[in-house]
């Protein structure tokens, strides 16, 4: 006879694919006519960007442009100068599920870049990038709470979560008029952009989450006046609503921001010089919200007049320990061997590899940054150098469980240097870090049990009361159910308060 079950709902994150898709770029590049001839290249670099993100019946698609950006010295002026071509990219992958309101997360990495001219106007470029997917759904999971049974004695146990309440992908766009400040020489060409998002204060109130914060926006520019390029700095304030539906101020949430797209238009002024830009970014919002709740199941069961058949059940719970969020500065001495330093040029910084572990109350971060320089040097003119940094960096979060895990992002929000040799560089890399700990809960229950009335217990083989020598830390439902009594009854005839004998002792059990 199948029993009655009752039970309850939590919803958690559920990863239901995962994987890579790898594009190559192979194509020429011939510059544009108000581009000078290339005297020598410098630097060549691969920026994927997506645009779209769509989740169809049967497969993953990530759309976007993966920008050519070729600097190098012009035949002439021996001026520092970039070329820049957009190149669309679709990735697809196969996919099959039935989970509704699924989400896709992407991301791209570039895997290698290789430039060489053909001519002083066209470039053959060879390269490519991984998009990583993540497609990702709110599940619902059912725990079973109460069993109804003849006989029936059952286990429960119970702990904190994190209901999710919703999760959901959307993105702002932001657009922003930029003056250049005074004494700043007005613009010939955009050498590099970078623009970096920091969500600063977050908020929670009913039905929406409130953020605010700022992007760094980064540009390196060539001028008229001096053959090295120039460069400029600017904060661009925000402060966004996202319209999240069930959202009161008891939640907790998780949120990552991304720069999905930059765009720079150089504009002139009433003098008819360029020296402002407009800049348009594309800003990506991933959310998760959470609220606490305890949550209780049936974790096994028995009964005492009959055997018992039992389906058993693992649910995977999470809780969300909290978030932290940091901006520390990374300081590291760079040796640029046979360069001699006359003036940098520019130099610029990304991280190229990140990972995070958990210890002492602390998620550490470790990983390298890629410290790219165009450095000025007496003999050589202008030169490219790239170097490898190492990083480390701590946030404290307190732990809430065992089985704890960090999710963190990081990337340089600026980067600045000081000459302190005629080869050799500080440089002072500032940090962007922010960390969300988990803490994975396993949760195996008894999913359905049904009595075998086929095979009763007799009660004529039982005995009326045992005598059973405990061991310190024998729990008395393993005791319970060996001599077909009850955990209750033991506490009861014996004094005992906990589920578990604390030292050796003699218990009376009791059928």
């Avoid at 099959?96 to 470039?123: F, G, I, P």
């Avoid at 830009?277 to 007049?305: F, H, N, Q, T």
């Avoid at 439902?477 to 001599?483: F, K, V």
């Amino acid at each position: 006879m199948e029993c009655k079950a009752a039970g309850e709902s939590v919803f958690a994150k559920d990863v239901i694919f995962e994987g890579n898709c790898e594009q190559a770029v192979d194509t020429e590049l011939t510059l544009p006519d108000y581009c000078p001839d290339i005297g020598r290249l410098l630097k060549c670099r691969l920026i994927p960007m997506i645009t779209s993100r769509q989740v169809n019946f049967d497969s993953l698609v990530v759309e976007g442009n993966a920008r050519i950006s070729v600097v190098y010295l012009d035949d002439r002026d021996k001026k520092i100068r970039c070329c820049e071509r957009d190149y669309q990219f679709k990735a697809s992958v196969p996919y099959e599920d039935t989970a509704e309101n699924v989400r896709l997360l992407a991301d791209a990495r570039v895997d290698y870049v290789n430039c060489r001219a053909l001519s002083q106007r066209k470039l053959d470029i060879h390269g490519a990038f991984t998009v990583h997917m993540t497609a990702v759904c709110r599940r619902e999971n059912e725990l079973v709470t109460d069993v109804e049974g003849d006989g029936l004695r059952l286990r429960r146990e119970s702990r904190e979560i994190s209901d999710l309440v919703c999760c959901t992908h959307t993105g702002f766009e932001l657009s922003e008029a930029i003056e250049l400040s005074e004494g700043k020489p007005p613009i010939s060409s955009i050498i590099r952009t970078k623009a970096v998002i920091c969500a600063e204060e977050t908020e929670c109130i009913p039905g929406k989450l409130t953020v605010k914060g700022s992007a760094l926006f980064t540009m390196v520019y060539c001028t008229e006046q001096d053959s090295d390029p120039d460069r400029m700095e600017y904060v661009i304030p925000f402060s966004q609503f996202f319209d999240l539906p069930g959202v009161d101020e008891s939640c907790q949430f998780d949120i990552a921001l991304n720069c999905d797209m930059l765009e720079v238009s150089p504009r002139t002024d009433s003098d008819g010089e360029y020296r402002r830009v407009d800049v348009d970014l594309g800003v990506s919002a991933d959310i998760r919200v959470y609220r606490d709740r305890e949550a209780s199941w049936v974790s096994d069961a028995y009964s005492v007049d009959y055997e018992l058949n039992c389906v058993r059940k693992q649910v995977r719970l999470e809780r969300l320990c909290g978030t932290a969020s940091d901006t520390p500065v990374i300081r590291q001495s760079l040796e640029l061997g046979d360069i001699k330093i006359e003036k940098v040029c520019d130099l610029w910084a990304d991280v190229a590899d990140s990972r995070e572990v958990y210890r002492d109350g602390k998620t550490v971060v470790t990983g390298n940054m890629a410290v790219c320089m165009m450095i000025r040097d007496p003999s050589r003119g202008v030169v490219y150098s790239e170097k490898n940094a190492r990083f480390e960096c701590a946030l404290a979060q307190p732990s809430c469980g065992q089985n704890v895990r960090p999710e963190c992002t990081a990337v340089v929000r600026s980067c600045g240097y000081t000459v302190s040799g005629d080869s050799k560089l500080e440089i002072q890399a500032e940090l962007c870090v922010r960390s969300s700990l988990y803490e994975d809960i396993a949760a195996r229950q008894i999913c359905s049990v049904e009595l075998d009335e086929s095979r009763p217990k007799s009660p004529d083989n039982r005995p009326a009361a045992v005598l059973y020598f405990a061991e310190p830390g024998e729990e008395l439902w393993n005791i319970a159910r060996e001599y077909n009594s009850s955990v209750e009854s033991i506490q009861l005839d014996n004094g005992i308060e906990g589920d578990a004998v604390e030292e050796s002792r003699l218990l009376i059990v009791t059928a």
